[in-house]
């Protein structure tokens, strides 16, 4: 990821998109996952509103690494409002700060890790959010929100979309399974904490994220596409790309969830999704190769690529509910990819923009 002057604009767009993100100043906030594709995109809007809004919102950015960490927020590791926190998702939280918002992006999040480490996957995901929530009700934070995943839903035959309560069958003995059962039951466990311990706890579960803060080891179509034209190269399709998606521009899903964050409703969850965008994979290809000037091509996938394709023939997520709390996409699926191709083969600038 390049800071220039088109990220710039993503994150001054982001932030006039959030009605209510006077709410978070002097507020402090742990958003785990830090260096990944959303985790890392909400920490820089949050920075740059501290820069422009003077908002002295106290950010934690967690993560395994703390080279990957420094090497990310190079630009402001320096700053008294950002601290570099090491998180792992299986160890209990011990932290000697106490936050008012917590953000848990953390994830394997892409189909080869479910593929190779599916034990490692579903034990991350539930292990990672009970330590989150332990730590919640212990330090008194004042609401949680956990990123699921559209992958939840499961499949329903003939189904043309999703709303919230709408579940699906998952094959439970496919190893594949990893990824949507534990994101299933790390909902619940929210559930639990909130009925047992009171806590404020919300959900999001976004569709299908893409963008520029994209992770290099990220194995998703999106990336794929991405890292083909940004290497000059044809873009290669493994699957006629039939499958319908909701897609969704990665600071569009960050202005959703800080919108869910400061003014979603306690126990709920809600689908990430601009309607604008709403496509196949074939789509999604077509757009890349119009971005490019290059072809689309054919390749079959190996072994290990295929174990981990979504087992879903139709993701596409109805975002109404949150809609309903004022939030709207700016970005489609056209423009989106336009300026994720942009900012990366950009130049990087020395300071942030105004």
């Given amino acids: 990821m390049k800071y220039n002057e088109i990220y710039f604009e993503n994150l001054r767009e982001t932030v006039k998109n959030v009605s209510r993100l006077d709410m978070l100043k002097n507020k402090s906030i742990l958003i785990t996952g830090a260096t990944g594709l959303i985790g890392s995109a909400i920490i820089d809007t949050l920075i740059y509103n501290n820069l422009h809004n003077n908002s002295n919102i106290q950010i934690y950015a967690a993560g395994r690494s703390e080279n990957r960490l420094k090497n990310r927020f190079r630009k402001f590791y320096d700053e008294d409002f950002l601290s570099m926190v090491s998180y792992d998702a299986n160890k209990d939280l011990a932290l000697d700060i106490k936050v008012d918002y917590i953000i848990h992006a953390a994830s394997n999040a892409h189909p080869t890790a479910y593929s190779r480490e599916p034990v490692e996957t579903m034990i991350s ?147 990430i999704s601009n309607q604008e965008s709403i496509a196949t994979i074939r789509d999604l290809a077509e757009a890349h190769a119009n971005v490019s000037g290059k072809e689309i091509i054919f390749e079959n996938p190996d072994d290990l690529e295929a174990s981990g394709y979504n087992m879903m023939p139709c993701s596409v997520l109805d975002a109404s509910k949150l809609e309903s709390l004022g939030w709207r996409g700016v970005y489609n699926l056209e423009e989106g990819v336009q300026r994720t191709v942009n900012i990366l083969i950009e130049d990087e600038e020395d300071i942030i923009a105004p």
């Fill in 125 to 271: 995901n539930f292990n990672g959010m009970n330590n989150l929530l332990n730590y919640a009700n212990k330090t008194k934070v004042k609401r949680t929100l956990f990123i699921s995943s559209s992958e939840v839903y499961g499949n329903i035959q003939n189904q043309n979309s999703y709303k919230e309560e709408d579940y699906g069958f998952v094959d439970l003995l496919k190893a594949r399974a990893c990824y949507p059962s534990s994101k299933r039951a790390a909902e619940t466990l929210c559930a639990s904490y909130i009925h047992q311990h009171a806590l404020d706890v919300v959900i999001v579960r976004p569709g299908h994220i893409y963008g520029p803060t994209t992770t290099e080891n990220d194995s998703r179509v999106s990336a794929q596409f991405l890292r083909n034209v940004i290497s000059g190269k044809n873009i290669v399709m493994k699957s006629a790309g039939l499958q319908q998606r909701s897609y969704c521009y990665v600071f569009d899903c960050v202005s959703a969830i800080l919108t869910v964050l400061l003014e979603g409703k306690t126990g709920e969850a809600y689908n």
